[in-house]
């Protein structure tokens, strides 16, 4: 039978798969998670890795390391697609690592690919083999699980995120195919510049997958010149990266987004719409733009507009769901409105102030009034007033003693918070 984790050594496997590394030692990137002794890394290497969902952007090693967990442990491995599979293929994997189990003691390993698209009843499927260790579940997705999973799921596993390889990442991967004889162009006579190589790193974005795909493209599609060799220059680079039409290196994107925050808490709606634009057209993911107008809704409006949050979770949203280009419109619409509103940082100075005092006052008791199971009171005194007895609000201690007289949140005078610092002013008397 074929070996399921062995498709990398056939003849026409596509680069990506041909140059998929093998071993822990072999892998690119994520040293946030993998390097000499980590967690991960021992947990894997002992085979005592527990249940892990792996999330994180496209082409950034989540299947590999599933692989080369396949490889480095000696339990038996299954894998199943979400989008494919069903509640009868996991009953199936289930049955056969329950007596694999019994009658063998070897471990099952179920590697699940997309597996935020498991539904519900197939999630509850494998619920009780996780729990009494049939299986050990190894999820990847590029879907936050704590958001797109059953949270039943997610509370029996570790959670790990993969992030963006960064250009010095991929750009080393595309060193090692372009050097490798065995599986990656090796025995070919390739000229390409440094500049060729790191604007196809540029490029992908921090996908690795996708910058091999280029580099196969760009090798496979040059004819050689008279001397035998394929040159890959700046020119055969650009006509085979897949992008937008607009083309921004690393520095000039982080400087567009800058440019980009700043304008939305500047109020200036023409410039913020300017450089969003530049970067949806360079490629860039719009829910990253989105993420930013929901953490300027707080940062910068706050109290002041407290609609701005709505619309940019419902941009957010729109992102997630519609994707390109039909998100474009409600983007839109949510940078124009965050521009326009009121603006007020009061929420985010306030939790600043209340965090500093949560670290400085770690000992500060709850009011006895306020406690859960208060202790007796004398004549009684210090009893806890429900505020609608007294119309809705009714002056009482609510912060520990040490505390008291603390003031976080200060409304200031822009849009709603100006009624909001007059009610505020009202108590105070």
């Known amino acids: 039978m074929e070996d399921l984790f062995n498709t990398e050594n056939k003849v026409f496997a596509p680069l990506a798969d041909r140059m998929r590394p093998q071993t822990l030692e072999e892998f690119i990137g994520q040293e946030h998670l993998i390097y000499k002794d980590s967690f991960l890394v021992r947990a894997i290497r002992s085979g005592m890795l527990g249940s892990v969902i792996f999330y994180g952007p496209p082409g950034t090693g989540k299947t590999t390391l599933s692989k080369i967990i396949a490889n480095t442990t000696s339990g038996i491995f299954r894998r199943l697609n979400a989008v494919s599979s069903g509640v009868a293929d996991a009953k199936k994997i289930i049955d056969e690592a329950k007596q694999n189990q019994q009658l063998y003691n070897r471990k099952t390993y179920l590697l699940l690919d997309e597996c935020h698209r498991w539904s519900k009843a197939q999630s509850d499927s494998v619920l009780e083999a996780i729990e009494m260790g049939y299986i050990t579940l190894i999820g990847s997705t590029t879907e936050n699980p704590f958001i797109s999973m059953t949270s039943a799921i997610v509370s029996r596993c570790r959670v790990f995120e993969f992030k963006s390889l960064s250009p010095r990442n991929v750009k080393d991967g595309l060193v090692k195919a372009l050097n490798d004889k065995e599986k990656g162009f090796g025995n070919y006579e390739i000229d390409i510049s440094d500049e060729a190589l790191e604007y196809i790193a540029a490029e992908s974005v921090g996908d690795l997958r996708g910058a091999y795909n280029t580099l196969e493209l760009a090798v496979n599609s040059t004819p050689a ?130 965090s500093d005092d949560a670290v400085k006052y770690k000992n500060a008791k709850v009011p006895n009034h306020l406690k859960n199971h208060p202790s007796g009171y004398k004549d009684g005194t210090g009893k806890y007033l429900y505020p609608h007895d007294f119309g809705g609000y009714v002056k009482q201690q609510y912060l520990p003693t040490e505390l008291k007289d603390r003031v976080y949140y200060k409304p200031k005078t822009n849009g709603r918070e100006a009624v909001l610092k007059r009610k505020k002013f009202d108590k105070v008397k």
């Open 225 to 354: 010149n008279a001397d035998g060799i394929i040159v890959v220059d700046m020119e055969v680079a650009r006509n085979c990266v897949q992008k937008g039409i607009i083309s921004l290196s690393e520095n000039e994107s982080y400087d567009m987004l800058s440019a980009f925050c700043k304008s939305l808490r500047g109020s200036d709606t023409d410039a913020a719409l300017f450089y969003a634009e530049k970067l949806l057209l360079s490629g860039y993911d719009p829910r990253i733009l989105a993420r930013r107008l929901v953490a300027h809704a707080s940062e910068d409006i706050g109290m002041a507009d407290s609609n701005a949050l709505l619309i940019a979770i419902s941009a957010l949203t729109s992102c997630e769901k519609l994707g390109m280009p039909e998100c474009n419109l409600t983007l839109s619409h949510a940078i124009v409105y965050i521009c326009e509103a009121e603006k007020s940082n009061s929420v985010y100075l306030a939790m600043h102030a209340a």
